[in-house]
């Protein structure tokens, strides 16, 4: 009598897939990070774009600087005061100062705003606090 084959996969085989797929994983997941990383760039790029336009709107309009984020989410600048991208905090560093926009501004307050994040971008080589 023949003895007849098992039908299923052997230990080696079952091995060698489970090791092929941890090897393509291997080689997934830094690209993943990178992608993920540019997108929370990208994000902050954004986000500060948008509060230094609600600045300077804002101050042409009022003839004054703002004196805190919150006061451009309370004239309706901004809807609200975005999360930083890096921090995952809204703990905006911002940058006050007396330059005139305008020759009817009467005073000085944030100029600018920067990421409270001092690490560096690896896409550009500078610190997100200097954005």
């Known amino acids: 009598m023949r003895r007849q084959r098992e039908k299923g996969f ?3 085989e079952l091995m060698i897939v489970i090791t092929i797929i941890l090897i393509l994983l291997g080689m997934a997941a830094p690209r993943y990070e990178k992608s993920v990383l540019k997108a929370r760039e990208a ?11 609600a600045i300077d709107n804002y101050t042409l309009d009022k003839e004054a600087a703002p ?11 901004l809807r609200g005061i975005p999360v930083d991208a890096m ?3 809204k703990d905006w560093q911002t940058t006050f100062g007396d330059t005139v926009l305008s020759p009817d501004q009467v005073s000085g307050g944030i100029q600018d705003v920067h990421s409270n994040s001092a690490t560096v971008s690896p896409f550009e080589g500078t610190a997100y606090n200097t954005w």
């Not at 994000?43 to 336009?53: G, N, V, W």
């Not at 004196?67 to 600048?77: K, R, T």
Request: proline fraction near 0%; charge should be negative.
């Open 10 to 12: 052997t230990l080696i």
């Open 43 to 53: 994000r902050l790029h954004q986000d500060l774009s948008a509060m230094r336009t």
């Open 67 to 77: 004196q805190s984020l919150e006061d451009l989410v309370q004239a309706g600048y």
């Open 87 to 89: 921090t995952q905090q």
